[in-house]
């Protein structure tokens, strides 16, 4: 041998010692994958079918009922991590407190009620009365469209649940009639053509005021300063800083306070703010009254008395701004001798309930001869000798 042929023999390895491995065939490559799958697969588990119903054959004695189905699988269980339990416990917290705030201020859980004289604009523009479209304020305010878009209510829910003593600080200026309320927007036109309850200058008169249940609180009549003017908005600096009559508890039995007033030397409309504070609660109520001083004895309540006489209102109080009357056919002397028409010889018409009434016509009722005053349809209780607004002797 000579030394090239070991030196090549040296070269090439050995079978045995060889760290080489041999390439795989593709058929042996196939099933290492087929393999791996079918781990794969048995490591999920497989959401178990519903068995087909056997199939029954015909001819075969049915008797013997079906093998039952095999139960459904049990339901995974949800563990809870100390996440889950925290957030639970944030909600039972959270009900908790919301519940009750829930029970408290669920709506009728406040007491309501409003000034029934004199009458507050919102008891005597209520729907369902005549004031509500006898006078042009009435319109005005149930015209308002708020942003809520609810109609203007009664007057007796103008409230704040948790004012306390801060009537100043919570009810901005132009806003007392309403306390701010939105369905109530309407009651804060400044207008001289609200309807209006007379009262005495310098006299005494009873206010009263009516809530839904004898709630205990402490009732309070403010009045508007000497000066003040109807036209312009409600402040609280237009209020007397003391008020002109208050009483403290329980209403009477038919949940009404009926507070003896002194009223001061005034002329002309004014407002009588109205502040009821519940004893048990920080909630208020409030009301605006517009009253017109006159001479004592004249003092009528506009829109209808629920207590006395629930099926005929009484008429307005006062003419609205602008209802004249011309002198000349003001005058006694001009009516006929047979209590006609004296440009006519026709007899004048008796009053009637449900008639429309122009200015200046002429009815009879009870043997005197009236005149209108203002544009208006009778209705029972608007008589001429009760409505001296809408009628006059002629």
């Not at 090239?4 to 040296?10: I, K, N």
């Not at 005021?209 to 109807?230: I, K, M, N």
Request: aromatic share 6%; charged share 25%; with cysteine.
């Amino acid at each position: 041998m000579d030394g090239r042929a070991r030196s090549a023999s040296s070269v090439q390895p050995s079978a045995r010692g060889s760290h080489r491995r041999a390439a795989k065939s593709p058929t042996e490559l196939t099933n290492d994958l087929t393999k791996l799958l079918g781990r794969a697969a048995g490591a999920v588990t497989a959401v178990p079918q519903q068995p087909t119903p056997p199939e029954i054959v015909p001819g075969r004695h049915h008797a013997d009922p079906p093998p039952p189905l095999p139960a459904p699988p049990e339901p995974t269980r949800f563990r809870f991590g100390r996440p889950q339990l925290l957030a639970a416990a944030g909600i039972v917290a959270a009900a908790t407190v919301a519940v009750p705030l829930l029970l408290i201020w669920a709506p009728g859980a406040e007491a309501t009620g409003t000034a029934i004289t004199p009458a507050s604009r919102g008891h005597a523009c209520r729907a369902g009365t005549p004031n509500r479209d006898l006078f042009q304020a009435c319109r005005a305010a149930a015209a308002i469209r708020t942003a809520t878009d609810e109609a203007l209510g009664d007057g007796t829910d103008v409230s704040i649940p948790d004012v306390g003593e801060r009537h100043r600080e919570v009810i901005p200026d132009t806003r007392l009639c309403s306390a701010g309320r939105e369905r109530y927007r309407g009651l804060d036109l400044a207008r001289d053509d609200w309807p209006t309850t007379v009262v005495p200058s310098e006299g005494t008169t009873t206010f009263e005021y009516r809530l839904d249940d004898r709630h205990s609180g402490r009732l309070r009549f403010f009045l508007t300063r000497a000066g003040y003017d109807p036209k312009q908005p409600l402040t609280w600096e237009d209020l007397e800083p003391k008020p002109i009559g208050q009483v403290t508890g329980k209403p009477g039995t038919d949940n009404a306070y009926r507070v003896r007033v002194r009223l001061p030397k005034r002329s002309g409309t004014h407002v009588v703010y109205t502040i009821w504070e519940r004893e048990d609660t920080d909630a208020a109520l409030y009301a605006c009254s517009d009253v017109r001083f006159g001479r004592a004895g004249e003092n009528r309540i506009p829109g209808d008395d629920d207590a006395a006489t629930p099926a005929a209102p009484a008429a307005p109080a006062v003419r609205p701004t602008g209802a004249t009357v011309s002198p000349s056919s003001a005058r006694p002397s001009d009516a006929a001798p047979n209590g006609g028409d004296p440009n006519t010889d026709e007899p004048t018409p008796a009053w009637e309930s449900g008639i429309a009434y122009d200015v200046d016509d002429l009815v009879e009722f009870d043997g005197v001869t009236y005149r209108c005053l203002q544009p208006h349809r009778s209705v029972p209780g608007w008589e001429p000798e009760s409505a001296p607004a809408l009628w006059e002797v002629a």
